[in-house]
C-alpha cells in the first residue's frame, strides 16, 4: 500500500505564492512519475505538473512561467512551488504518484486565492 499526503495550501492574496509538499511513503520501490492535478468546482480535474525520475517536467499552458515544479526522489517527495497566483488557481490541489504497481491519489489540499 502507498499513501500521499499532501501539505502547504491555504489562502493567498492574488499575486502571492505558496508551496505544496507531497510525501509518498509505504511500499515503494521506486516512482516512476509524481505529479499535481488539480480540480475547481464543477470542472474536470487537469494536470497541473509533472516530474519523471529523471527530471523531466510538463506543465499545463496556464501555469508555465509561474509554478515550478520539482523532486527529492531520496525522500519520495514533489514539490509544487506556485508564483503570482490568480483566483483562478483557485482549486483542490492533489498530488498523483505513478508506481510499477499502479496510480496513486492522495486526499487534495485546497488552494484559494482571493482577488
Known amino acids: 500500500q502507498v499513501q500521499l499526503v499532501e501539505s502547504g495550501g491555504g489562502l493567498v492574496q492574488a499575486g502571492g505564492s505558496l508551496r505544496l509538499s507531497c510525501v509518498a511513503s509505504g511500499s515503494i520501490f521506486s516512482i516512476n512519475a509524481m505529479g499535481w492535478y488539480r480540480q475547481a468546482p464543477g470542472k474536470q480535474r487537469e494536470l497541473v505538473a509533472d516530474?519523471?525520475?529523471?527530471?523531466?517536467?510538463k506543465y499545463a499552458d496556464s501555469v508555465k512561467g509561474r509554478f515550478t515544479i520539482s523532486r527529492d526522489n531520496a525522500k519520495n517527495t514533489v514539490y509544487l512551488q506556485m508564483n503570482s497566483l490568480k483566483p483562478e488557481d483557485t482549486a483542490v490541489y492533489y498530488c498523483?504518484?505513478?508506481?510499477?504497481?499502479?496510480?496513486?491519489w492522495g486526499q487534495g489540499t485546497q488552494v484559494t486565492v482571493s482577488s
Open positions: 516530474i519523471t525520475s529523471g527530471g523531466k517536467t
Open positions: 498523483n504518484a505513478w508506481l510499477p504497481t499502479g496510480d496513486y
